[in-house]
């Protein structure tokens, strides 16, 4: 399997499906592709109708026929616009196209239905999507129920964990090996993931990507 940082928090995950989770690239200043570039897509899921996390969600589902995962208010926005959707709720967990979705929660804001997260199983290997999120002790339930192989945290701080709050969550979630995400796209969210690499120290491997690479998992 194949996981590709696309810059911000936009993810690409190519198994026996391709799945990416909040595509943001077209408006994105450290975008690392255009929308097309990116491979055909079977399911795009989405965190929150943030503009930085749903800008070009719609667009690649009409594009690729794919389905959209979403919290309900957003899958029903989805569907009012003739796409494909399958809406849940945080605790839920949905199969589409033999990947597995767990919806978890997020602590952040959004315009329609709340935010979330996601643990998605696909090819036998558990992937954590933190969406926008501060830290929050509900993570412990990720690491005893669902501890990921490989975690995507936000370290940017302003609107999301700062690095101190990600180290944590690494440890919460009983992260095997964590990626840095949403950071250093604009001023407001510089972040060093050299620190946050230190802080995690040895309790995990954390994989410092650039936007555009990948992670072979
Ligand atoms: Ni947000
Ligand atoms: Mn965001």
Redesign the pocket.
């Known amino acids: 399997m194949k996981l590709t940082w696309l810059g911000h928090?936009s993810v690409l995950i190519e198994g026996s499906v391709n799945i990416i989770v909040d595509p943001f690239l077209e408006q994105n200043p450290a975008a690392a592709k255009k929308v097309s570039e990116i491979p055909k897509v079977d399911v795009v899921a989405v965190t929150h109708d943030?503009e930085?996390?749903i800008s070009d969600a719609f667009t690649l589902a009409k594009r690729d026929n794919a389905v959209v995962v979403a919290m309900h208010e957003i899958a029903v926005k989805a569907m009012e616009e003739g796409l494909s959707a399958e809406g849940m709720n945080i605790g839920g967990s949905i199969e589409v196209k033999g990947a597995k979705f767990t919806m978890v929660l997020a602590v952040h804001s959004s315009y329609r239905g709340h935010p979330c997260g996601y643990v998605i199983t696909l090819d036998g290997k558990r992937i954590y999507h933190a969406g926008?999120t501060g830290l929050t002790r509900d993570m412990e339930i990720i690491g005893e129920l669902y501890p990921p192989d490989v975690s995507f945290l936000p370290i940017g701080s302003r609107?999301t964990m700062d690095v101190v709050q990600a180290a944590k969550a690494v440890e919460y979630t009983r992260t095997k090996v964590a990626v840095p995400i949403?950071y250093n796209t604009w001023p407001p969210i510089q972040a060093d993931p050299e620190e946050f690499k230190r802080l995690v120290g040895d309790r995990a491997r954390v994989v410092i990507l650039k936007p555009g690479e990948s992670l072979e998992l």
Do not use: R
Request: charged residues 30%; glycine residues 0%; hydrophobic residues 15%.
């Open positions: 928090a943030h930085d996390h926008d609107y949403h």
